[in-house]
């Protein structure tokens, strides 16, 4: 019998790549998404790459009632992948209300919910911002937590936190928590990816708005780090490669294991913000013009994933190569760029 997993975010850009991973995989998807950061344009590009378009109710996750009634009505389901939240770091600076209400209120909702209606599975969408500035790299999932450098980072701690405290408490729960590094990249249909509202913050949606003229230049931030080409590290993970970990983490619960799992979803390997642009450049013979900016505030210089948990456990490992995702995150803007 098909297994129906509740998806809430999932209108949005990893939450979209996941419908069609989870669909294409044979569960059936149903998403519960408010639109607040997206467009349910995304769930028609899931149906154009998979051949069926998820359940779709609108619905906002901080609603204590229309959570329970979207419960009742998929009470057949037997898990929950939690993407539902806002993820704007300095936003979340300015409005940290906003960000704990709709962080962590939607996820205590969802929780009740899934206790009322024995719905026992739960897979959450943590951030590699739980390990600050790690002492060692890579970061593997025993590297200590750092104190959270802005309201959004601590909705991720404290969101693991409230998920453990429940599943203890409950010992028909399961959870995985998953730790993603920096999500970059879109389906290879160029059905969907994603769409960042107004300005990016993050690098690759700058780097391709730079690339398609819609930015004038791309600000480097800092050069002076102590990095081997002074420029930050980060560990950029193809979102389909994340997509299918999420497949890979709820059928790891389905199977059986028990308790809370936690696992960094990353490549294993360290790239600098010069060595992304130039291998986009070189995926795509497109230049992208860019200047050297101060350090932006917060930035933790240098950080990559030790990924062997999830091979080990999940036997899932990031497959995609750098040159296929960058080609992939140009394909996608360039059709936005033609629809606007
Ligand atoms: P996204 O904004 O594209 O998707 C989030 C979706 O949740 C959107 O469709 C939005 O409309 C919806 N949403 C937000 N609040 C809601 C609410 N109260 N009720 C119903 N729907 C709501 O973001 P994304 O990049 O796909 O991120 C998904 C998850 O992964 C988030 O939890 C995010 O914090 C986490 N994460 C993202 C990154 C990243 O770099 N993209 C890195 C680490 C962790
Ligand atoms: C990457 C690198 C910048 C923009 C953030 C959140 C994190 C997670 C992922 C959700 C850094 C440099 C960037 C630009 C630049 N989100 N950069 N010019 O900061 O690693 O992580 O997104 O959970 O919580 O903090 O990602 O893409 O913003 O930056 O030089 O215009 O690119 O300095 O070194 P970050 P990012």
Not at 83 to 105: C, D, H, I, Q, T
Request: hydrophobic letters at 40%; a negative charge.
């Amino acid at each position: 019998m098909t297994q129906k997993i509740i998806v809430s975010g999932g209108a949005g850009y990893i939450g979209s790549h996941t419908a069609v991973a989870l669909q294409n995989a044979g569960f059936e998807v149903v998403v519960f998404d408010n639109l607040s950061n997206s467009k349910s344009d995304s769930l028609d590009g899931v149906m154009r790459i998979t051949g069926v378009r998820p359940l779709f109710e609108q619905i906002d996750c901080t609603d204590t009632n229309a959570m329970r009634d979207a419960f009742a009505r998929h009470r057949d389901a037997v898990g929950v992948i939690h993407f539902a939240a806002l993820k704007a770091v300095g936003e979340s600076v300015e409005k940290p209300l906003m960000y704990y209400r709709n962080n962590l209120g939607g996820l205590i909702n969802i929780l009740d919910a899934m206790a009322e209606f024995n719905v026992n599975n739960i897979v959450f969408s943590s951030s590699a911002t739980v390990y600050g500035v790690p002492e060692k790299l890579p970061a593997t999932e025993e590297t200590p937590l750092q104190p959270a450098t802005s309201p959004y980072g601590s909705t991720k701690v404290m969101g693991e936190n409230i998920i453990r405290d429940t599943v203890q408490a409950k010992p028909n729960m399961r959870a995985v928590l998953l730790r993603y590094f920096n999500p970059i990249g879109a389906h290879p249909s160029g059905e969907i990816g994603e769409l960042p509202n107004g300005i990016p913050n993050n690098l690759m949606p700058y780097i391709t708005q730079t690339a398609a003229g819609i930015r004038e230049h791309l600000n480097v931030f800092g050069d002076d780090y102590d990095t081997p080409d002074g420029f930050c590290v980060r560990d950029y993970i193809d979102v389909n490669d994340l997509a299918a970990a999420h497949v890979a983490a709820l059928r790891h619960m389905l199977g059986g294991a028990q308790g809370v799992n936690v696992f960094n979803l990353g490549t294993g390997r360290g790239t600098s913000v010069m060595e992304l642009i130039r291998a986009f450049e070189s995926a795509t013979g497109v230049k992208v013009p860019y200047k050297i900016a101060p350090r932006r505030a917060g930035d933790v210089p240098a950080i990559w994933a030790d990924a062997t948990k999830a091979e080990r456990v999940l036997g899932w490992r990031a497959t995609t190569a750098l040159t296929d995702t960058l080609a992939s995150a140009w394909r996608w803007q360039q059709k936005v760029s033609e629809k606007n």
